[in-house]
């Protein structure tokens, strides 16, 4: 059948009516070309929906069926109408987030996603936890919309965005010799010859690459005491004194009994933590606008 909306839409308001020349008004169109649509409307559905007489128009067993069936039609197409509105402006749909295991650490991440949580609740949001390489094949191919990741080299398909430089921070046991250095800050030469709590090399690639990095531009060979998948597991393993740790300003959220935290007083001591997605595909509007919000967060933290 063809059937078009403005098909509905005339029918309706002369059923509405029941009166063609108000329907014609209604409709800012002429009263002939209206009751030719709603003929052909009739001879294409095969019934009458009209009663017509000098004086009076009424609807007709089928008629009466059309209305109920056109108003859910019209409220349908509506629905679907702006459901695709609210979509395309960032409000419906979903995004998928990889991040690495110390993101939800990571004050001002954590605030944008629950804001965004509150603002767009039928957004939905599904986070996997990767470490930052991981985290690569996925955005090539499509099956996460965004990453949050460390500095690292990324394949010509996919950009970043610089969200902040966290500081580094070493974390040592009650009682440790370099808690003289609490005020003044330490000097990494300084820690060559404690032994370390690393994270496994597996589970934070970037992050452990880095701090290696740091350490050997300090003339530093560390001695690796223990190494831990886990963000908790490496503060109690120092606290339990079995090394100390060099980890980003974010794990200073987590108190663990017996573990302090020194700054360094090196300023080139830090992490940079990027926003990454892929250059040549659209992600969602969502997607977009929680990339608006978690900058806008920075800006103002920034700022004050």
């Known amino acids: 059948m063809n059937i078009e909306l403005r098909h509905l839409r005339y029918f309706i308001a002369v059923a509405e009516e029941l009166h063609f020349g108000k329907a014609a008004e209604r409709l800012n169109i002429s009263q002939p070309p209206l009751s030719q649509q709603i003929q052909a409307l009739e ?5 009458r929906l009209l009663e017509r007489t000098n004086r009076s128009v009424s609807l007709t067993p089928a008629g009466q069926m059309f209305l109920k069936g056109s108003y859910q039609i019209m409220a349908q197409v509506k629905a679907v109408a702006t459901r695709a ?38 957004v939905g949001i599904h986070m996997h936890q990767m470490n930052t390489k991981q985290q690569i094949s996925p955005l090539l191919t499509g099956h996460i919309d965004l990453g949050i990741m460390r500095n690292t ?73 223990q190494e831990a998948g886990e963000a908790m597991t490496i503060l109690g393993l120092v606290a339990a004194g079995l090394g100390i740790s060099i980890v980003t300003k974010s794990f200073t959220r987590m108190k663990v009994d017996g573990v302090h935290y020194l700054h360094f007083a090196n300023s080139n001591a830090f992490s940079e933590v990027w926003l990454v997605s892929h250059n040549k595909r659209t992600i969602p509007a969502a997607a977009n606008r929680l990339t608006q919000l978690l900058l806008k967060n920075i800006l103002e933290d920034q700022k004050s």
Do not use: C
């Open 43 to 47: 001879s294409e559905i095969g019934a």
């Open 153 to 225: 080299v990324l394949p010509d398909n996919l950009h970043h965005q610089l969200l902040f430089r966290e500081p580094f921070i070493l974390a040592v046991y009650e009682g440790h010799p370099l808690l003289a250095y609490k005020e003044t800050g330490v000097n990494i030469q300084d820690i060559g010859q404690y032994p370390f709590v690393f994270f496994e090399r597996d589970v934070g690639t970037a992050l452990y690459d880095e701090i290696i990095q740091l350490l050997s531009l300090a003339g530093i060979t560390p001695t690796i005491a």
């Open 85 to 122: 509105s609210r979509m395309e402006k960032g409000e419906l749909g979903e995004i998928s987030i990889g991040f690495t295991s110390t993101t939800p650490f990571m004050h001002l991440v954590t605030l944008s996603l629950r804001q965004f949580r509150e603002n767009y609740p039928e």
